[in-house]
Structures are given as C-alpha cells and as structure tokens.
C-alpha cells in the first residue's frame, strides 16, 4: 500500500507531491500520457496529457495572486493565501524561474486608465518561462521527485475510485489492477474534468458545476500593445459589457506569440490556444476574450453547453478554427484569405491551420455582441485594438465545470478523497493549480497526523 495515490501529473498532483514526498510519506503519480521527454506537440493527446499536464506545452505564465487563477480565499485566510503564493513562487525560482519586473508608477498610471474607461486592471506579479524551456523545467522537477521517493506511472489509466467502510482504499485502472491508497488526490487537469465528473457522482458526492470561459483568440501587430506589455507583461482587463451586463476578461496574453489549435479528440473539439516562446518572436500579439457563462434552470451542465458550441466552431471551421477580421465580424461578411491578405498593413496570422469564416455563424449572438463591445472598451486603454485588420479565432474554451463539495483542506465528502486543480474546478492555470496541490497535501499532512 502506498500512502498516497495522486492521480494527475500536472501542476496540481506535482505540487503536491513535492510536499508530500518532503514529508517522508510514499507517494504515486498516476498519469495517462507520457514522460515529459517522450510528449510530442503535434500530437493532439500529447498535447494535454502527460507529464507536467496541459500546461507543458503553454507559454509558461505564471501568476502569483491568490485571486488570479482561482481563489484561494475559499480556503485560507488572507494572510495564509499569500504566504501560500509566496511559497509557490519560491519553489519556482529553485528552478530559474524569475518574476518579471514592473514599475509602479507605471503601473498605477495603467490603472488609472483602465478606470477611466471603466475597466478594471488587475495588477500583479507575473513570471514568464516560455514553452520552449517548459519541457527542460518539467524534465528537472521529475528527477527531483523521483529523487525525493516519489514513483511515477505513465500511460496508467484509472478507471475509478475504490471506497471501503465510508472511506477510500485506492483506485482501480483499466484492466482491473488495484492500487490500494490511504489518501487519492484527483488532480487530472481540465482534460479531465468530465472523467472527475463521472468518478464523483458514481460515489453519490455532491458536483457544482462553475461558470465556462467562451470565446475568441485576438491576434494584433505586436506594436499596438507594445505600451501595455511594457507594464505588466500578462495584463488583466476586467469590462463590463453593457448589453447584457456580461463579465469579459481577458486572458493568456503572448507578446510576440503564436496562435496554436488545441484538440479535444474525445469530445471531437478543435480549438485555440495562445503561446509566447522566449528564443523565438513573431511580429504579433495575442490573447483570449472570454465571456463567462453561467446556467441555472433547467441546464446546468456548463461543460455540456460549452463543448455544444465549440463542435459547431469545429464543424464550421471544417475541422479547424475559424478565423475572421474584426472588419469582416462588424460587416456581417465570412472572411476569406484574399480579403485578410488584400493589404500589406494587415496582419498576418501565425495559425495559418485555420478557415477563414463568419465566427457570427459559431458562437451565440450574445457571445459575440459581448466581445465586440469588449473590444470597443479596452481600445480606449489600447488604441488601434479595434481596427479592421484585428484577427479573431473561434473558439477558445476555458472549461471549469467540476466543483465536488469540500471542506478547507479540499477532501471530499468520501473520507480520504481530495481534489485540487483545473479538473476540480478549483484553479485556473498553472499557479492556482500549484497552490491547490499544496492545499490537499496540506491536508493530507493534517489528517495523516491526527489534525
């Protein structure tokens, strides 16, 4: 038996146990993809599985916030939220991982813009790796892990949770073989977050489904945000769109990055993603608009509604992103690849695997009127933003359905059971997911001792 069975070899299942395995307890990471060194970009399954989780092959930014890629207030007090992030940013920097400077003057000033024209600007500290030195980083932590104790199982499939007497024994993995566990930590990344689903309700616990990010991947010459980037190189723009008083965010930003698809192969989803390499630029600049949806009555499913979109996107685009000039959106024309390519001050894309076409036949009415309006707002923090030539990609899915009722320590109502990370919708991105990690660690620490 070992003490603790963490499934997920992302950030979240990573993290935690770096914690664990400092504590002298055995750990074992169960993960359905492969070693860092074997995971190949190209390929839709490596993509988002395997060591180091979805974020492996990202651009590497890390936000170190405790209300930035989650809230970590649910958990901690304030005080401890910090102490917890602070943490967090330490053991990165053990790895060469610096925080990027800022000025706060210049940061103040950018704030006040942004209220001006009734955005909020979040500030905050940032560091950025690249996803050409993530591989080499995810490689070094793994040794180090392996080094401290800690096994790891590539290519493991688990089918389900084992629970005997009120509390859990281990898992099972496909073709039957049983892990016997005195803790499990679920932490399969976002990829994961329908199988979590599934796992959770066989064992009758008690799911909240959160609110899903729906929307576009904006594409500039990386001239026009060239002053933003100067001051915070990921910013965070909060609007208000006035129409439906909808929340629009914007997220990931890549100075100098490239578009990229990403693959759901089980729900049959193409969509994009957002990439900024350290060695290698391009002359554009882009990031993700997202709309946040939320569902009541009587669908309350946000996974179910946002992949139902994305698979239209996906069908639209003929298997690829569609891809449309903000002119084009505003005209209620499809875009095609003379007309995006007609002038020698448009922008040229980065992803050229896309179909040039009408994102208005893909995404809800409401959706699009959403970013529109966004767009038309941040432009006044970000002029030229909102010209003709602007590029959007459809669709880009923030998906955070899965939410299992906790206590602070993130277990579950199934003694022994924990949760942490995007697939229990309790982290958004590779910082909040570390510190969730830690969380359930924590609390396995806790219970392992008495507390």
Same mark, same amino acid.
């Given at each position: %038996?070992?003490?603790?069975?963490?499934?997920?070899?992302?950030?979240?299942? #990573?993290?935690?146990?770096?914690?664990?395995?400092?504590?002298?307890?055995?750990?074992?990471?169960?993960?359905?993809?492969?070693?860092? $060194?074997?995971?190949?970009?190209?390929?839709?399954?490596?993509?988002?599985?395997? %060591?180091?989780?979805?974020?492996?092959?990202?651009?590497?930014?890390?936000?170190?916030?405790?209300?930035?890629?989650?809230?970590?207030?649910?958990?901690?007090?304030?005080?401890?939220?910090?102490?917890?992030?602070?943490?967090?940013?330490?053991?990165?920097?053990?790895?060469?991982?610096?925080?990027?400077?800022?000025?706060?003057?210049?940061?103040?000033?950018?704030?006040?813009?942004?209220?001006?024209?009734?955005?909020?600007?979040?500030?905050?500290?940032?560091?950025?790796?690249?996803?050409?030195?993530?591989?080499?980083?995810?490689?070094?932590?793994?040794?180090?892990?392996?080094?401290?104790?800690?096994?790891?199982?590539?290519?493991?499939?688990?089918?389900?949770?084992?629970?005997?007497?009120?509390?859990?024994?281990?898992?099972?993995?496909?073709?039957?073989?049983? #892990?016997?566990?005195?803790?499990?930590?679920?932490?399969?990344?976002?990829?994961?977050?329908?199988?979590?689903?599934?796992?959770?309700?066989?064992?009758?616990?008690?799911?909240?489904?959160?609110?899903?990010?729906?929307?576009?991947?904006?594409?500039?010459?990386?001239?026009?945000?060239?002053?933003?980037?100067?001051?915070?190189?990921?910013?965070?723009?909060?609007?208000?769109?006035? $129409?439906?008083?909808? %929340?629009?965010?914007?997220?990931?930003?890549?100075?100098?990055?490239?578009?990229?698809?990403?693959?759901?192969?089980?729900?049959?989803?193409?969509?994009?993603?957002?990439?900024?390499?350290?060695?290698?630029?391009?002359?554009?600049?882009?990031?993700?608009?997202?709309?946040?949806?939320?569902?009541?009555?009587?669908?309350?499913?946000?996974?179910?509604?946002?992949?139902?979109?994305?698979?239209?996107?996906?069908?639209?685009?003929?298997?690829?992103?569609?891809?449309?000039?903000?002119?084009?959106?505003?005209?209620?024309?499809?875009?095609?690849?003379?007309? =995006?390519?007609?002038?020698?001050?448009?922008?040229?894309?980065? =992803?050229?695997?896309?179909?040039?076409?009408?994102?208005? %036949?893909? =995404?809800?009415?409401?959706?699009?009127?959403?970013?529109?309006?966004?767009?038309?707002?941040?432009?006044?923090?970000?002029?030229?933003?909102?010209?003709?030539?602007?590029?959007?990609?459809?669709?880009?899915?923030?998906?955070?359905?899965?939410?299992?009722?906790?206590?602070?320590? =993130?277990? $579950?109502? #199934?003694?022994?059971?924990?949760?942490?990370?995007?697939?229990?919708?309790?982290?958004?991105?590779?910082?909040?997911?570390?510190?969730?990690?830690?969380?359930?660690?924590?609390?396995?620490?806790?219970?392992?001792?008495?507390?």
């Amino acid at each position: %038996m070992v003490n603790v069975a963490i499934v997920g070899a992302g950030p979240a299942g #990573l993290f935690a146990a770096f914690e664990l395995a400092q504590a002298g307890l055995q750990v074992t990471v169960l993960d359905m993809g492969k070693p860092v $060194t074997e995971r190949s970009r190209s390929d839709g399954f490596d993509l988002l599985h395997g %060591m180091g989780g979805s974020g492996t092959f990202s651009d590497g930014k890390i936000n170190f916030h405790p209300q930035v890629g989650g809230d970590l207030n649910e958990f901690l007090s304030p005080n401890q939220a910090w102490e917890l992030v602070d943490h967090i940013e330490a053991v990165f920097r053990q790895y060469d991982v610096e925080v990027i400077a800022t000025d706060d003057d210049d940061t103040r000033e950018l704030e006040k813009q942004a209220a001006k024209a009734g955005v909020r600007f979040l500030p905050i500290r940032q560091a950025h790796i690249g996803s050409d030195h993530l591989t080499d980083l995810m490689r070094r932590f793994h040794d180090d892990l392996v080094g401290m104790g800690v096994q790891f199982r590539f290519g493991a499939r688990v089918a389900d949770v084992v629970a005997e007497g009120g509390r859990v024994a281990g898992v099972r993995l496909e073709g039957g073989e049983f #892990l016997a566990a005195e803790a499990v930590l679920l932490a399969p990344g976002r990829v994961g977050s329908e199988w979590m689903r599934r796992v959770l309700q066989g064992h009758g616990l008690s799911v909240v489904y959160n609110p899903v990010d729906i929307g576009v991947r904006v594409e500039v010459p990386a001239i026009v945000m060239a002053d933003v980037i100067a001051v915070c190189y990921d910013p965070k723009f909060y609007v208000r769109a006035p $129409t439906y008083d909808d %929340m629009v965010r914007t997220f990931c930003v890549s100075p100098h990055g490239f578009v990229v698809k990403e693959v759901y192969a089980e729900e049959g989803v193409v969509g994009v993603n957002g990439h900024a390499l350290r060695d290698r630029n391009s002359q554009n600049t882009n990031f993700a608009l997202l709309t946040s949806i939320n569902l009541t009555e009587p669908v309350e499913s946000t996974t179910a509604y946002g992949i139902s979109i994305a698979r239209l996107a996906t069908t639209i685009g003929g298997g690829r992103p569609t891809l449309q000039s903000l002119g084009d959106l505003r005209r209620h024309r499809r875009s095609t690849w003379g007309r =995006l390519t007609k002038s020698p001050g448009d922008v040229v894309p980065t =992803l050229e695997d896309a179909t040039p076409g009408d994102i208005s %036949m893909a =995404l809800p009415h409401r959706i699009v009127t959403d970013l529109l309006e966004a767009l038309d707002i941040l432009a006044r923090i970000i002029p030229g933003l909102d010209a003709d030539r602007t590029l959007l990609y459809a669709p880009e899915l923030k998906r955070y359905a899965n939410k299992p009722k906790t206590d602070k320590h =993130l277990q $579950t109502e #199934l003694a022994g059971l924990y949760v942490a990370g995007d697939g229990a919708g309790v982290a958004r991105g590779i910082g909040g997911a570390a510190a969730t990690g830690e969380i359930a660690a924590r609390g396995i620490l806790s219970a392992a001792q008495g507390g």
